[in-house]
């Protein structure tokens, strides 16, 4: 500090030689342990740390404008925007610099500052790269943490044709909470098989040493590559002894959708799809009846096209039909067209019959929609939907239509009043209800479970509970008795109502008990998750980003949908910090 030299070997006697030889005064003039001398090396001390900062300075900044670069790029993945949209935030922030800050003091340094974070196409694309993986270390080392896991697999083509299978986990850990997060992403380039799934699945897990022997679930959709019952993906999967016994749920959703199909009214459905294709199909008649919406102040103004593929869209169709019938058959009426359906009485009765019922599915299956949904939800929704049947069927023979406003409206429409019959609305909700318990037979077996789980002290009969956890777990024999000690813990029973039950229930007294519980929290119930993904991926990859590598999709689709933050300070550290030129 004193004369900014340094000694080859730092030692004591070193050290005191050279000061004494070449600093013989300092020790008159700031005597040892005295005010002035403390104060005198401060002083020296802030002088030698101002001139390491000619050093340090740049390095921090450097690092502040990677770490910058990291998070800037994390936005543009989260937010599904092209790699070269890097630029543009840069010229914003360039631009905002000359604007905002034109009055400040250190103006040109604030501009320094935001033209060096790195955000060039080629930087934005390795940052994605390096924080997918950072997310995906953090999805694998909880999966090697986590008592049991379930997943949900679904198959769908990009803009490319290319088939993506999207792999989603739901994770349970020790202390009972759960998480559920993107997985992988697979690329199958040519056939879609159940073997061909497979392989690409078991690829992956041996590359990435899951550890499969937690897996207790997994949920599809109902395609013969999935659910085949000899060359299947669960199939395949039972057959190989890498596996463990796991359940196979075909998803609620997804069920739900198909059993809306057998209620048979395609001659409503034909007519509507119709008249809306003609509207809507050209541009003039489109036009047209807009600017007569909007002159007759409709309730909406346009009609919208039916896709089957789409869950809610039936419904959605419907129920827009309904309310601008009014403006349709103005419409129509201006074009010289007729349409003797729109005045029959039957046929409007079906209409409002239809589009009644369709909002009722709609609602059910928006309810079994978004993240966090356990098996237990799904179950619970689908068994108040089968009580909500017979309820509407009875109010419906009674004639009484609270339930069904758009049946209620059309009934009061029509000339003739005889021609409303209650009874064959009536069989088509008999029909639905049969659909129900048909297609939703394979979750009885968890439901009385599930029940038990959610509330261990309700009443109940401990054999019948027994027999079930044995059918649905394959359980050896002592369940019974667990549950008797259960049932008269003080302790626990007191604690019943938190929400970490099962966190806080001993393993070492209750190990079959806990070992269920924690497998049924970590049940999927639907292929949400997937459906969400790849309409994320539509966007991601788009006609206009087609050429986007499958191993960048990933990446981006990654990002796009985990929950997971990336460690910023642990990359930025783990590279090279350097500024933009």
């Given amino acids: 500090m004193l004369c900014r030299q340094t000694q080859a070997l730092a030692k004591r006697g070193n050290l005191e030689r050279h000061h004494n030889a070449?600093?013989?005064?300092?020790?008159?003039?700031?005597?040892?342990n005295s005010a002035i001398r403390s104060k005198k090396v401060a002083e020296l001390k802030l002088e030698l740390k101002a001139q390491q900062s000619l050093f340090t300075k740049?390095?921090?900044?450097?690092?502040?404008?990677?770490e910058a670069s990291f998070r800037v790029s994390h936005l543009l993945a989260k937010h599904k925007k092209p790699f070269t949209d890097g630029e543009l935030i840069k010229q914003a922030m360039d631009i905002i610099a000359d604007t905002v800050c034109n009055d400040f003091k250190k103006k040109d340094d604030i501009k320094t500052a935001f033209s060096s974070v790195p955000l060039g196409p080629a930087t934005v694309t390795r940052r994605v790269e390096s924080l997918s993986e950072d997310v995906d270390r953090q999805v694998l080392r909880d999966l090697s943490f986590c008592e049991y896991f379930s997943l949900q697999l679904d198959e769908s083509l990009d803009v490319m044709d290319t088939a993506q299978l999207v792999v989603f986990v739901r994770m349970v850990f020790q202390d009972s909470t759960t998480k559920e997060d993107f997985l992988t992403l697979l690329h199958l380039k040519d056939r879609t098989r159940g073997e061909d799934i497979f392989n690409e699945f078991k690829k992956y897990v041996d590359e990435n040493c899951i550890p499969i022997h937690k897996l207790v679930a997994i949920t599809t959709d109902g395609a013969p590559a999935m659910r085949g019952v000899r060359s299947g993906f669960i199939a395949l999967c039972r057959n190989d002894p890498a596996f463990p016994d796991f359940l196979n749920y075909h998803c609620v959703i997804h069920q739900q959708?198909?059993?809306g199909k057998v209620v048979d009214f395609s001659h409503v459905m034909t007519l509507v799809v119709k008249l809306i294709n003609s509207i809507r199909a050209k541009a003039l008649q489109h036009r047209l009846f807009k600017a007569l919406l909007d002159e007759l102040d409709a309730a909406y103004g346009d009609l919208i096209f039916h896709a089957d593929v789409r869950w809610l869209s039936r419904g959605k169709v419907l129920q827009r039909f309904v309310d601008l019938l009014p403006e349709i058959k103005t419409f129509l009426s201006t074009r010289n067209e007729e349409h003797k359906e729109l005045s029959d009485d039957a046929w409007l009765l079906d209409l409002g019959f239809l589009t009644d019922l369709t909002a009722?599915?709609?609602?059910?299956?928006?309810?079994?929609?978004?993240?966090?949904?356990?098996?237990?939800?799904?179950?619970?929704?689908?068994?108040?939907?089968?009580?909500?049947?017979?309820?509407?069927?009875?109010?419906?023979?009674?004639?009484?239509?609270?339930h069904f406003p758009n049946l209620e409206k059309m009934s009061q429409t029509i000339k003739d009043k005889d021609a409303f019959q209650p009874e064959q609305y009536c069989a088509h909700l008999d029909k639905v209800a049969t659909e129900f318990n048909r297609?939703?037979?394979?979750?009885?077996?968890?439901e009385d479970i599930a029940a038990f789980v959610s509330n261990p002290f309700q009443p109940i009969d401990v054999e019948k509970i027994a027999a079930k956890f044995h059918q649905g777990f394959a359980l050896q024999s002592g369940v019974d008795m667990e549950i008797l000690d259960l049932q008269n813990d003080l302790e626990l029973k007191a604690r019943s109502r938190e929400s970490d039950f099962w966190g806080l229930v001993s393993r070492e007294k209750f190990p079959l008990l806990t070992a269920c519980a924690l497998k049924v929290s970590a049940y999927f119930g639907s292929t949400?998750?997937?459906?969400?993904?790849?309409?994320q991926m539509k966007i991601i990859k788009s006609k206009y980003r087609s050429r986007l590598t499958d191993r960048h999709l990933t990446d981006c689709l990654r990002l796009a949908v985990c929950s997971y933050e990336p460690n910023y300070k642990k990359l930025t550290d783990s590279i090279q910090s350097q500024a933009s030129h």
């Fill in 22 to 32: 070449n600093h013989p005064t300092f020790k008159d003039s700031y005597p040892p």
């Fill in 58 to 66: 740049p390095a921090v900044r450097h690092k502040a404008a990677t």
């Fill in 257 to 259: 959708a198909l059993v």
């Fill in 360 to 402: 009722k599915l709609n609602a059910l299956n928006t309810e079994m929609q978004g993240k966090n949904r356990s098996l237990s939800h799904m179950i619970s929704a689908v068994n108040a939907f089968k009580a909500k049947l017979g309820f509407w069927t009875t109010h419906l023979n009674g004639r009484r239509l609270t």
């Fill in 439 to 446: 297609r939703f037979g394979e979750l009885d077996v968890m």
């Fill in 528 to 535: 949400y998750l997937c459906e969400m993904a790849f309409s």
